[in-house]
């Protein structure tokens, strides 16, 4: 198939051409391992973190409220914290077509595992089965306390934020009286290690597969972007797909600099 082909006859230009490379690539695997990063939501209206807008180019102090240690010692960096999280945009995201388009590779049979740096939960919303999604960096979809373990729904921490409680403590009951600890959005950290069965998984399943496919990261954050020297090593092909430079494009088979929402229905489109 030629980039023209693949584009209802047009002339083919490179960008074309890489799409055309990539579609073909997809259609000759048979274990597709994905990671998505940032960029596949912020066609959903979620900002990333590290771009000309994203949280904390805009707001550098947001950063410490995602630093476990700030968040652990400074009670307003908490109650700050959950003040944002009453306005955070992701609860409103809708998945978009690069979701969707995930969910098509799925049904296709190709999608083996879904590797995601993201914590808007918008690859369940989208449909993909939740046996195959490892949320690497966790979900904010959920409150740990950070004491004894409990998990809950995010929704329930926000409802007592919203009554009053600008710094709400864990409610659960251990021996006979509420544990009392601090509660944090179930996401991973700085300074907090990963949880090492989904590390582990993402790992194996990056060795095993013919073709990994990074979605919407720059690929400066490990060890999730270590998946895809892995995945190379191992003899995967790489589709890299992003609207910057990433540090793993010398590696990459096909790199395609395009509107995620655009270029990933037409790469998995069978």
Request: glycine fraction near 10%.
């Amino acid at each position: 198939m030629t980039g023209a082909d693949a584009f209802d006859g047009a002339p083919a230009t490179a960008a074309d051409a890489r799409l055309a490379a990539a579609r073909e690539l997809v259609a000759a695997s048979a274990r597709v391992v994905v990671l998505t990063g940032a960029g596949i939501s912020t066609d959903s209206g979620i900002p990333d973190f590290r771009g000309p807008n994203g949280v904390w180019t805009r707001n550098p102090e947001a950063e410490k409220m995602a630093t476990l240690q700030t968040y652990m010692a400074d009670a307003e960096v908490r109650r700050r914290a959950w003040r944002n999280r009453l306005d955070s945009p992701n609860w409103a995201a809708r998945p978009n077509a690069g979701h969707f388009a995930l969910v098509a590779l799925e049904r296709r049979g190709l999608l083996d595992t879904l590797v995601t740096q993201n914590v808007d939960g918008l690859h369940h919303d989208a449909g993909n089965d939740p046996a195959r999604i490892v949320e690497i960096h966790g979900t904010m979809r959920e409150v740990l306390c950070m004491s004894c373990g409990d998990r809950r729904p995010m929704s329930e921490a926000l409802e007592r934020v919203r009554g009053g409680e600008d710094d709400p403590p864990c409610t659960q009951d251990v021996g006979g009286a509420a544990c009392g600890g601090i509660l944090k959005s179930a996401t991973i950290s700085f300074g907090q290690n990963l949880v090492p069965e989904d590390l582990h998984r993402a790992e194996r399943a990056a060795r095993a597969c013919d073709l990994l496919l990074a979605v919407g990261s720059t690929l400066g954050v490990h060890p999730a972007a270590g998946l895809v020297p892995s995945a190379h090593r191992a003899g995967a092909r790489v589709v890299i797909v992003n609207a910057e430079p990433t540090e793993y494009d010398s590696v990459a088979d096909v790199v395609v600099r395009d509107s995620i929402s655009h270029a990933l229905p037409v790469i998995v489109d069978g």
